[in-house]
């Protein structure tokens, strides 16, 4: 099935279940699973309302082949502002949790664009494949091109990482759900920084809209690239903290992405 299959029955049923193909390891991909609660989400927003941050904790693995539901309450109803909070449950547990915060566009004095930044042209860079049972399943339906930065686990010596991603199979449209998935796709930027196959997991990770998607002068299309650019910020004691800026392919800022990854290299 297609990341929009799956996002179609996010909206209409509570009941999921993933195919392997879409597994990192032994858990769902968490971009997919934190996009099915955000697409749940949308269904109780009003269509003036944009997303503007959302905060995501992987409790635990949402295991593929395994029946799981969607859960959703409203935290509260403002004037501008709405936040609203979903979980994953499996197996009578939580295994994601996602709060989301969506607001109306206002009035302001204070006007601070982002500087917009040439990234070249879409897609060019070396192509990061899928290769089974070594990268991820849910690799099989994603394009990465590397720009900055190296593989995972090739003892790099950098500490940042760049490069295009997008869905290997074009989308009937291009959604903040669809961008979320793309964003957790990359793997942790802290990962090219092994010598040797090592498992690591998301333990939280935030997102904030810089340019929601409806507002953008130059709307994305479905099978249109994104740019990624992370870096490590710090690293020690098991722990790396990274931010990322995501880009449309003229250069305009998107969102700003921050993630805790455990990494468990010594065991």
């Known amino acids: ?24 390891g032994r858990t ?26 959302l905060n995501v904790n992987f409790c635990g693995p949402l295991l593929t082949d395994i029946p799981f539901t969607l859960e959703q309450h409203v935290l509260s109803e403002g004037k ?22 969506f607001g109306v566009e206002r009035e302001s004095d204070i006007e601070i664009p982002a500087t917009p930044i040439d990234l070249g042209e879409q897609g060019t860079g070396q192509q990061f494949n899928y290769i089974k049972g070594v990268t ?9 091109s ?27 449209l291009f959604t903040e759900s669809h961008l979320v998935a793309l964003i957790d796709a990359w793997p942790p930027t802290v990962l090219q920084k092994l010598q040797r196959l090592s498992p690591c997991a998301s333990v939280s990770w935030s997102l904030e809209f810089a340019q929601p998607l409806a507002m953008l002068d130059e709307p994305l299309k479905a099978g249109d690239w994104v740019y990624y650019d992370a870096e490590i910020k710090q ?15 003229n250069g305009t800022l998107i969102a700003l992405s921050r993630q805790l990854v455990a990494v468990y290299d010594k065991r």
């Not at 099935?1 to 990192?24: C, F, T």
Request: net charge neutral; aromatic share 10%; with cysteine.
């Open 28 to 53: 769902t991909f968490g971009g997919l699973s934190a996009a099915l609660l955000l697409e749940k989400m949308q269904t109780k927003i009003s269509s003036d309302r944009h997303l503007r941050s």
């Open 80 to 101: 501008s502002i709405s936040q609203l909070t979903g979980q994953a449950i499996q197996d009578e547990k939580k295994v994601t949790q996602l709060t989301a915060c």
């Open 136 to 144: 991820p399943e849910f690799i099989q339906h994603v394009e990465f």
């Open 235 to 249: 690293a020690h004691h098991g722990y790396a903290h990274t931010v990322a800026r995501i880009y449309h392919p």
């Open 146 to 172: 590397y720009c900055e930065g190296g593989f995972p686990f090739s003892n790099s010596k950098h500490n940042h990482l760049a490069g295009w991603v997008r869905f290997k199979e074009p989308t009937s």
């Open 1 to 24: 099935m297609l990341i929009d299959d799956y996002l179609k029955q996010a909206r209409e049923d509570n009941q999921l279940v993933i195919h392997p193909s879409w597994g990192q």
